[in-house]
């Protein structure tokens, strides 16, 4: 199947040659492509090899009608050109902006979302075994960093856990800038979400946007369960 990197981009040599595949009436051979484009059977070769990596072209093997060794020859894959620009900034925005027609319900609706995700985002551990609240932290902050939050955990009495998490990054800043009020209840959801998912004796209580103009504090609290 063809790539879903969504930044997939082709050069103007491996576009033609995936355009004459794609405007024959049947396979191709290298020599039959390299003679359409007036190039070296090489270079449509390695071109072809990316593109068959890319998901993008299917290789087959022909019987020879008669005496001969089979031909070995190329067809473009059928489906939706994925080499195309992505406009997914433009879908969230859609989303949320019917999100937060919702009024009042949309911040809880960003933050059970938020909960849900979370539960499935985080490392978890053995069903069998409860982490203390540095573990829980650690395992929440590791989530936060593979999502590309920056996570700086802070605070905390003595050698006792942080009890705050500054954020230095956000992955979808500009979105936040526009639906804040939906996508930092989200963010804080995830981190309940993980948290609660671990069994931590410790939740996240409250988030602070841009509590400094560079990032954004995540407060923590002990549960109180044992």
Not at 13 to 27: E, F, I, M, S, Y
Not at 42 to 68: I, K
Not at 132 to 139: D, G, K, L, Y
Not at 161 to 168: A, F, I
Request: charged share 25%; hydrophobic share 40%.
């Amino acid at each position: 199947m063809p790539s879903d990197e969504g930044t997939e981009r082709l050069s103007p040599r491996r576009r033609a040659v995936l355009d004459a595949l794609r405007g024959a009436d049947g396979p191709r051979g290298v020599a039959e492509v390299a003679e359409s484009l007036d190039v070296h059977p090489n270079t449509v070769r390695f071109h072809l090899d990316a593109l068959m990596a890319q998901g993008h072209v299917e290789r087959t093997v022909e019987r020879p009608s008669g005496r001969g060794r089979p031909r070995t020859v190329y067809v473009a894959h059928r489906g939706m050109d994925r080499g195309g620009e992505r406009r997914y900034g433009l879908l969230a925005r859609m989303l949320l902006s019917r999100l937060a027609a919702d009024g009042d319900g949309a911040e809880a609706a960003a933050v059970d979302t938020g909960r849900d995700w979370g539960k499935h985002l985080v490392e978890q551990e053995p069903a069998a075994r409860r982490p203390t609240a540095a573990e829980a932290t650690a395992r929440l902050t590791a989530m936060l960093a593979d999502l590309g939050f920056d996570p700086r955990p802070a605070g905390g009495d003595g050698p006792g856990p942080p009890d705050r998490v500054w954020l230095r990054h956000c992955p979808f800043l500009e979105l936040a800038e526009e639906h804040g009020s939906i996508v930092c209840p989200l963010h804080l959801g995830l981190m309940q979400g993980a948290l609660a998912e671990l069994r931590a004796p410790v939740s996240a209580v409250r988030l602070e946007p841009f509590a400094e103009p560079d990032a954004c504090l995540a407060h923590l609290s002990a549960t109180g369960a044992a």
